[in-house]
């Protein structure tokens, strides 16, 4: 062999090793790529947007979604933590199916079109309910131990599912609810009872002179409450206030995790903004 030869061959080999080192690493690249996007995101992210990500609501600011966790993980179907990259995987899979960017993140877009999709499965009527619709509701099934018989009405239908929604929280020994004689929520127990329900129009006007500021995300002019189809049931904390900190102690009760989980077998759906409000939908 020539020297000159022998020096083609090393020249060849070495390329031969580069090439096949190359094509390796691309083929690795792409399997990370088409595998699974969501993997390589910092799974960091979701906790700082669950956090801090500014957006609106009803012309009011609103900083973060920790708020909405239990509805976003009802969403998405998982039990992952926000931190986890599973949390992450249901999103981008969620994201995919909506047509968005997917990216595993949480950020505007994506929560605005949950919103959406939330907003979209509530009670579309707002008509008020005829006389021989509604029932007069015992005062014992109510929060307030002194509320009007005339405050205390509720759509027939409604009525029924919630008494099943109740029976089945009650029957629930996870939840620790207090339990009457006959399996019932118990006269002291707070969760689950009814704050409102039925509103006439004089009576929703009433409130919204009471609370001028409320805006277009507090109480609305055509109310859901006119159907007697709306309730508000207490969740914890604050009965009906919408500040932060306090949906915060709202939407970490076992009550009102079990009420995301299940309010839908009986025909009932959330309010995203307000913890305490449900609406039959059937
Ligand atoms: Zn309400």
Redesign the pocket.
Known sequence: MTRFTIRKALVFSILLVLTMLESGNTRAQKHRQGSSPASNLSTSRNVQLSNELAWTFGNKPQRGWYLYTPLISRLLNTRDAVSSTGFAKSLAAWQRKMGLKSTGELDDQSLYEMIKVWQGARLKDREVAAPDRLVTVPISEFYDPTRAEELRKVERATYAAYKKMVAAAVANHSLGLARGAHGELAPGEKFLKI??AFRSREYQDKLRRESPNSGSAGLAVN???FTGR???LYVGGEP?DTLDANRKVQTETRVYKWLVQNAERFGFRP?FY?P??WEYVR
Request: glycine share 0%; net charge negative; charged share 15%.
């Open positions: 704050i409102s109310s859901p409450h709306a309730l508000d009906v309010y307000e305490w409000h």
